[in-house]
């Protein structure tokens, strides 16, 4: 098992920039992919970065260009960053930090944290 515990959301006004952290913790030397997830409110959850044990990262659309996902360490998986600059009032939601044991981060990952709450106001 892998336990996944995020920190950092809050409210925040628009232009604004906030950091999550993602502490994973358990066997982790199994963990090849890690990203994160969003649900805004009333929608479905969504896509938002991931990072292979390579180090490549991907992101979706909407957060190309202002959100940047990291790790502390490039030989584990010990904390997983995402750094989010030029928020918008449309990136409020709740953000999941995922992980996987397969070589790219599938649609319904395996492992998710608890979610922490990023509301962006106008």
């Known amino acids: 098992q892998v336990q996944l515990v995020e920190s950092g959301g809050g409210l925040v006004q628009a232009g604004d920039s906030l950091r999550l952290s993602c502490a994973a913790s358990g066997r982790t030397f199994s963990v090849n992919a890690m990203g994160w997830f969003r649900q805004p409110p009333g929608k479905e959850r969504e896509f938002v970065a991931r990072?292979?044990?390579?180090?490549?990262?991907?992101?979706a659309a909407s957060v190309k260009g202002r959100f940047t996902i990291s790790r502390d360490n490039a030989n584990a998986w010990n904390t997983l960053s995402l750094q989010m600059n030029g928020l918008k009032p449309e990136d409020t939601a709740v953000y999941y930090c995922v992980a996987a044991q397969t070589s790219v981060l599938p649609g319904n990952p395996p492992y998710w944290g608890q979610g922490t709450q990023v509301t962006v106001s106008s």
């Open positions: 990072m292979a044990r390579s180090g490549e990262s991907a992101y």
